[in-house]
């Protein structure tokens, strides 16, 4: 039997559309200057949007590196309840006013600085006024310091410079030195994060998202070098995870961690007396205390940006200190053989 030509009418035919694949996705700068800069990461399967954005903003806040003053030593004043002769501000309010100091690294390593002020006679003091040096650089140079009433005022000071990430506040700074006075220390550079998801699509593939990250900084960092800067740490995090081995389990009393006495694994890394550049590097790698190092291989801790072979045995001799080795991931020989001469004597 023929068919009608009617009757082919109702046949559908079913032609399977060959799947567009998604291009990687590519970060297009939308706006930028020097202290604010938007991006555009596109496109994403749905659901990374939100997935990226969250860890990006929180490094941005958190992570990257900066300088800050963290304490000021003033002529002739010994404690922030002192007044200065001749100067309209108190102490307490010339102590805020220096927080505000935004600064730029210019030199190659994270070693701490000083910085000096000296002037005399009537008028405005501001940041701009600090002596230059070849390691540091004023940002905002017109950020207003003190005011000086007459011209026999003089006004001399000191700044402790530092490196490190986030913020250390006023209270956790060493006051051992008489006339030291604490500053709360800002070293991040970033002064706020946005991020949104869109709707995307290539084709007629709809089921795409574009994530959109705006960057405000201090200056000392340009927006756009702030979001490479936090890429590459998560990317360092990932790789730690991507590159591990072996598992540890918390629950076996045979791995590393429980080679180290507890208080020993509690110690924070800041109490090691480390360099401020070992310092930095173990914080922007989320380690904090001895426990952590130890947890962390050799080759692990090389991958840490910054983080180089004398870095490494600066840790190491710290953790020999500590009667640690950290190639075994417990005590060293020399603890040991302390511990059984300890025993046998008893």
């Known amino acids: 039997m023929t068919l009608e030509p009617f009757a082919t009418a109702g046949i559908v035919e079913f032609v399977e559309e060959e799947e567009v694949p998604i291009p990687n996705p590519n970060v297009s700068e939308i706006e930028a200057d020097e202290q604010y800069g938007k991006f555009e990461i596109s496109p994403l399967q749905k659901g990374f949007g939100i997935t990226l954005g969250n860890p990006i903003r929180r490094v941005l806040y958190s992570s990257l590196p900066g300088v800050a003053i963290t304490s000021v030593k003033i002529d002739d004043v010994y404690h922030e309840y002192s007044t200065i002769e001749d100067v309209k501000e108190e102490v307490p309010e010339i102590l805020l006013n220096i927080k505000g ?98 709707p995307t699509r290539i084709g007629q593939n709809t089921n795409l998202e574009k994530l959109i990250v705006e960057v405000w900084t201090d200056g000392s960092i340009s927006p756009k070098d702030a979001i490479a800067d936090a890429s590459k740490i998560l990317s360092e995090q990932f790789y730690f995870i991507s590159t591990t081995t072996q598992i540890v389990d918390t629950e076996d009393e045979s791995s590393a961690p429980n080679l180290v006495p507890h208080a020993t694994a509690n110690i924070k890394v800041e109490d090691l007396e480390l360099s401020s550049r070992t310092l930095n590097c173990l914080k922007r790698a989320d380690i904090n205390t001895v426990g952590g190092i130890m947890q962390t291989n050799k080759k692990a801790l090389m991958q840490i940006r910054n983080f180089g072979e004398k870095s490494y045995r600066e840790l190491v001799g710290i953790l020999l200190e500590l009667g640690l080795d950290h190639k075994t991931g417990g005590p060293s020989q020399e603890a040991e053989t302390l511990e059984e001469t300890e025993i046998t004597s008893e």
Request: proline letters at 6%; aromatic letters at 4%.
């Open 101 to 198: 100091i935004r600064i730029l690294n210019e030199s190659d390593t994270d070693r701490p600085g000083k910085m000096r002020l000296e002037v005399a006679g009537e008028g405005e003091v501001c940041a701009g006024d600090i002596m230059p040096t070849s390691d540091f650089q004023i940002v905002n140079p017109e950020l207003h310091l003190a005011t000086l009433n007459s011209s026999k005022a003089k006004l001399s000071l000191e700044m402790n410079v530092d490196h490190g990430t986030g913020y250390k506040p006023a209270s956790a700074m060493d006051e051992s030195d008489i006339g030291l006075l604490p500053v709360d220390a800002i070293f991040t550079p970033i002064r706020k994060v946005n991020y949104s998801v869109e």
